[in-house]
């Protein structure tokens, strides 16, 4: 198995981003939430850049298949839980990290059974806009603040979060949708 791809050593990297990101929730703030969340947009990057280089350069693996999905869901967990930790996500704002954590784990579940009776079950439009808002609010969340910013930064990336669970729900359920046709006896 060739696991040396250009898609593979990205999201290795996206992996290895994922205990600095953690680190840095410990450091004296503001200045680590800026470079926490410049890996986490570096990860975010190398997400999307994993799939470019797998389709151009055909370098699509079976364990690239298996690692990315699971990169992500490594990222956007460790990254929920830090903000749950650290009260940048709490009160009614838990009910969207919920959301997004449970329907990762549905889904993963759900790609595992279907891998098994070897049925592929495609990323939709929907569920890559649900991907884009998510990362953008969870970026937002991890800066927290601006001086002197018109906009209060920490508000627009709770809201990002419930339009990413929102979009979450859908896609949650269209995956699950499909995958119950293959799931009858």
């Not at 503001?30 to 797998?54: K, R």
């Not at 009260?87 to 784990?105: Q, T």
Request: hydrophobic share 55%.
């Amino acid at each position: 198995m060739k696991s040396t791809t250009v898609p593979n050593i990205l999201t290795f990297l996206r992996i290895a981003l994922i205990p600095l990101i953690v680190l840095l929730f410990y450091l004296d703030r503001p200045w680590s939430n800026w470079i926490a969340a410049f890996f986490f947009i570096t990860a975010c990057i190398t997400d999307y850049l994993d799939g470019y280089f797998a389709r151009t350069l055909k370098q699509t693996t079976r364990f690239g298949i298996f690692l990315d999905p699971v990169a992500d869901k490594l990222l956007v967990a460790a990254t929920l839980l830090m903000l749950v930790g650290f009260g940048r996500i709490g009160g009614l704002s838990l009910i969207p990290a919920v959301i997004i954590l449970c329907r990762e784990i549905l889904v993963s579940g759900l790609r595992e059974f279907l891998a098994e009776a070897r049925v592929s079950v495609p990323v939709t439009r929907l569920a890559k806009w649900k991907t884009g808002i998510q990362m953008t609010a969870l970026s937002l969340l991890i800066i927290e603040t601006i001086p002197l910013f018109p906009i209060p930064i920490e508000e627009l990336g709770l809201l990002g979060l419930w339009v990413a669970a929102l979009f979450t729900i859908i896609t949650g359920f269209d995956y699950l949708r499909a995958g119950m046709k293959h799931m009858e006896d």
